[in-house]
């Protein structure tokens, strides 16, 4: 049975959102959090920004947080949430809404989910405004409706989907020491990799590689080639979540057909972190998709580099590029264009790679890919999950849990 619906501002003491000023800066004092604070639920204090006490007084004559107030990210990146339980002195940019719930009609952990849901995720969008950034207004959030089931339910119904969220997030945390393990052991089995710490001569990348080449810039369509994208190059492997297809002729097959060993990467994006992002092609493909390797192409926004394998091994390349060393000089070539940041195939051939010995760096390999297997699993594992959270919203908020 479906639950009566009311408007957002109908079950809260208040929505507003932070300061739209440019606090004060000072090199310390109250941090000032923005939409980067809010993920996973959480909210993160932690910030190289800070203003005065006096400013966070300003600030809290308009509102102050107690626990139990939900945020929400309304600016950039909207639909972020999280509950407060800390309440530390901070003060927020208007990019992040603060909702009090009433407590009497409004349960904080149900309207935290409420908010994760793709029901109100999709209204949210319609009152999205686009500008420089996208951003939905206070007035329009009001607006916003939700079903609203008795008290006891709301709070019967936020306990299952928080036991089932919290799987989700043990499971996210489990694929993150999986990568930072593999970083843990390059660091052990090769140092910093710093130029003043290098123990190997370095070689222009250019001279370790066979060719370069862009992708495709054909359109996807429901049949053709898989086609790997800026979105299948996630945490140094290849995602195959929300594969494409693309469908070429046969000249143009055999110009992006790939192999193991190849390794992409990311050349644009808006995000300055994200370019140079890369990736090896490796077997673990075929098992995921059924297709075989030789099946798959690439998109333009990504560069395919085929290395010369007799004298450099696509993992050590891979994590040496992911380490502070080669984040460094990938940035370095970056250059910026109508708002995005973009690295060329001249740029990636100027690489300086520092060179151990080829054993060396297929020991490496050997233990990494043991690394990788399992984070592929922890992965598909978040996928499955991710799929049932989804199917337990649609039953919760449909009056069916």
Same mark, same amino acid.
């Given at each position: ?162 036991? @089932?969220?919290? $799987?989700?997030?043990? =499971?996210?945390?489990?694929?993150? #020491?999986?990568?930072?393990?593999? *970083? /843990? ?113 690439? @998109?333009?926004? $990504?560069?395919?580099? =085929?290395?010369?394998?007799?004298? #450099?091994?696509?993992?050590?390349? *891979? /994590? ?82």
């Amino acid at each position: 049975m479906s639950a009566p619906i009311a408007r957002l501002e109908e079950l809260t003491e208040f929505i507003l959102d932070g300061t739209h000023g440019s606090p004060i800066r000072t090199e310390f004092g109250v941090p000032v959090l923005s939409a980067q604070n809010v993920a996973n639920g959480v909210l993160d204090y932690y910030s190289d920004r800070y203003t005065s006490e006096k400013e966070f007084a300003a600030f809290n004559k308009r509102v102050s947080i107690r626990r139990n107030d939900v945020l929400l990210t309304i600016v950039g990146t909207i639909g972020r949430a999280a509950v407060v339980q800390d309440v530390q002195p901070a003060v927020f940019q208007r990019s992040v809404a603060i909702i009090r719930p009433n407590g009497k009609a409004l349960d904080s952990r149900y309207l935290f989910h409420i908010t994760q849901s793709p029901d109100f995720i999709e209204q949210a969008r319609k009152f999205t405004k686009q500008s420089t950034q996208a951003g939905i207004y206070l007035g329009s959030l009001k607006k916003l409706e939700i079903p609203l089931p008795p008290l006891d339910e709301q709070k019967r119904i936020a306990a299952i989907l928080d036991q @089932a969220d919290h $799987l989700r997030q043990k =499971r996210r945390h489990a694929i993150a #020491l999986l990568d930072s393990l593999t *970083q /843990s052991i390059f660091l052990q089995m090769f140092g910093s990799m710093e130029p003043e710490e290098l123990k190997w001569p370095t070689v222009p990348l250019s001279d370790l590689v066979q060719e370069f080449r862009y992708g495709t810039s054909e359109k996807s369509q429901p049949e053709g080639h898989p086609t790997l994208r800026i979105p299948n190059v996630v945490g140094g492997s290849i995602s195959l979540a929300d594969l494409k297809y693309v469908p070429v002729n046969d000249r143009e097959l055999n110009r992006l057909r790939l192999r193991e060993g190849d390794i992409f990467f990311v050349r644009t994006n808006g995000n300055k972190e994200y370019v140079g992002r890369s990736a090896v092609v490796t077997s673990e493909i075929e098992r995921q998709s059924g297709y075989s390797v030789s099946d798959f192409i690439y @998109a333009s926004y $990504l560069i395919k580099a =085929r290395v010369k394998l007799e004298k #450099l091994n696509s993992h050590f390349l *891979q /994590s040496f590029l992911s380490g502070p060393a080669g984040r460094k000089m990938l940035l370095e070539r970056a250059k910026t264009s109508a708002g995005q940041y973009n690295i060329n195939i001249e740029g990636l051939g100027s690489l300086r790679i520092p060179l151990p010995p080829l054993e060396q760096q297929k020991n490496f390999e050997s233990r990494a890919t043991e690394i990788t297997h399992h984070m592929n699993l922890a992965c598909e594992q978040l996928r499955t999950l991710s799929t049932l959270f989804s199917a337990l919203q649609h039953r919760a908020f449909s009056g069916q849990l």
